[in-house]
């Protein structure tokens, strides 16, 4: 029997990386429902191609674009929209396995709802983690769900540890976890430079090709900063024994260091196919589509400690990781905001940390324990943190039609 599979958010980077790594094998998966938010002519070929059984929209507005165009096609699927809907989607019966690509953390509520089934969920989105790392955790043992990381260096970390990985680092022999970042593109860029970053040049990752908003995150670092917390929760790590190291090649994607001196890497082309599709053959390995890696190609493979004075929101993270409570919800809900304001031309580069910086620096509150409470720090810190970035009075600068930066009003 294929097994059945519902991939939200995908009409985004990791959602089509999916549906080409599942296109490659039809007799192993079939998928049950799609969900693409607002791109609704993507979605559409998607329908034609895959066939699914629902498709899940933004709102009504979009759900009923997609039906004509779905209707012209001469396809079946039933189109539904709304948050509850991704949800349903998420937990429907007769789903085997859930694939968490929505960006944000819009994509807690239908990660949380495939977990509470006890469904096999392919976790892309790092915010659920950041956000609601214990509850998720919890929730997923509670019901038998099985986690599995898709981000490519915890993808690498659970490649290289031992198949029976308790959690518990030392009765593995395991000293630390160590991430490799890329440095994303301003990795030697002059930090007096920084204030003048446009979005266009920072979502110009040098080595991966992902959404806006994660290649925002890669530029602040702020991303690897994520991943340490998403770390901290997939593998039950503390604070103290997870490393970051830059590595600009993007070639090793993370290892673990040994007792015995050992350190176990995996190392590929960067290609999110190869880790989407480890996760969706289990146990087996499975094509993906990604080139194989030639070493002769490789010039040359090189590693340094990652510097928290040009990346103040890698430090920011760290911290947030270690205080815990509210702090990585709030982290994140800031970063999710300014990150936007950035996109949209409203802040400078270096706002997105000082926004950060200011939730963090708010009363909030440590009540992790259910999707409501954080939910609720979540919406509390967004308008802090709008409010934040509106003070900042700043406005878009255009040129010739193209947002060239932002200045003082
Ligand atoms: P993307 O922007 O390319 O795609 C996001 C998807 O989510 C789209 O399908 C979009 O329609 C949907 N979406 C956006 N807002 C939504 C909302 N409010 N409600 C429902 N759906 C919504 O992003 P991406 O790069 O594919 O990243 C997706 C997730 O995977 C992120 O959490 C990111 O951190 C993580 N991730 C991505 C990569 C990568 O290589 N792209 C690697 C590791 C982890
Ligand atoms: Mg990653």
């Known amino acids: 029997m294929p097994q059945t599979l519902t991939i939200l958010g995908s009409t985004g980077s990791i959602g089509e990386n999916t549906l080409d790594v599942v296109a490659r094998h039809p007799d192993r998966f079939s998928v049950f429902a799609l969900a693409g938010h607002t791109q609704v002519a ?121 198949r029976d990985y308790t959690g518990r680092l030392n009765e593995h022999g395991i000293l630390s976890i160590i991430l490799t970042a890329s440095g994303g593109p301003f990795l030697d860029t002059d930090p007096a430079a920084f204030e003048h970053i446009t979005p266009e040049q920072a979502i110009k990752h040098p080595n991966w090709r992902m959404g806006r908003k994660i290649s925002v995150d890669s530029a602040t670092m702020m991303n690897k900063g994520l991943e340490l917390i998403e ?98 919800c709030v982290l994140n809900a800031a970063n999710e905001v300014a990150v936007a304001a950035f996109l949209e031309g409203r802040i400078r580069f270096t706002d997105i940390a000082r926004t950060v910086a200011h939730c963090l620096d708010g009363g909030f509150s440590n ?24 003070g900042l009075n700043r406005r878009t600068v255009f040129s010739d039609g193209l947002l060239t930066g932002t200045e003082a009003v």
């Open 42 to 162: 993507k979605l559409a070929a998607q329908c034609r191609r895959f066939r699914p059984e629902y498709a899940v929209v933004a709102d009504a507005e979009h759900a009923a674009r997609l039906e004509n165009l779905l209707r012209e096609a001469g396809v079946g699927t039933q189109v539904l929209h709304g948050a509850q809907a991704l949800t349903d989607i998420a937990s429907a019966d007769g789903v085997d396995g859930v694939m968490c690509a929505i960006v944000g953390a819009a994509g807690l509520p239908s990660a949380l709802a495939a977990a509470q089934k006890g469904k096999t969920v392919y976790l892309a989105n790092k915010e659920t983690l950041v956000v609601s790392g214990a509850l998720f955790m919890q929730t997923a043992r509670a019901h038998g769900a099985t986690v599995l990381p898709v981000d490519s260096e915890h993808n690498a970390v659970f490649q290289v540890l031992p």
């Open 231 to 328: 770390a901290h929760w997939l593998f039950d790590c503390p604070p103290e024994k997870l490393e970051v190291v830059i590595h600009p090649q993007s070639v090793v994607h993370s290892m673990v260091r040994y007792l015995d001196g050992s350190v176990l890497a995996q190392l590929g082309n960067p290609d999110m196919r190869t880790p989407i599709a480890y996760c969706l053959g289990l146990p087996q390995r499975i094509e993906s589509g990604a080139a194989a890696l030639d070493f002769a190609a490789l010039s040359a493979l090189t590693f340094r400690q990652p510097d928290f004075a040009r990346f103040p929101c890698l430090k920011l993270a760290y911290e947030a990781m270690s205080a815990g409570g509210g702090a990585p």
């Open 367 to 390: 009540d992790t324990g259910s999707l409501d409470s954080l939910l609720e720090t979540d919406a509390q810190t967004r308008r802090r943190a709008q409010a934040f970035a509106n």
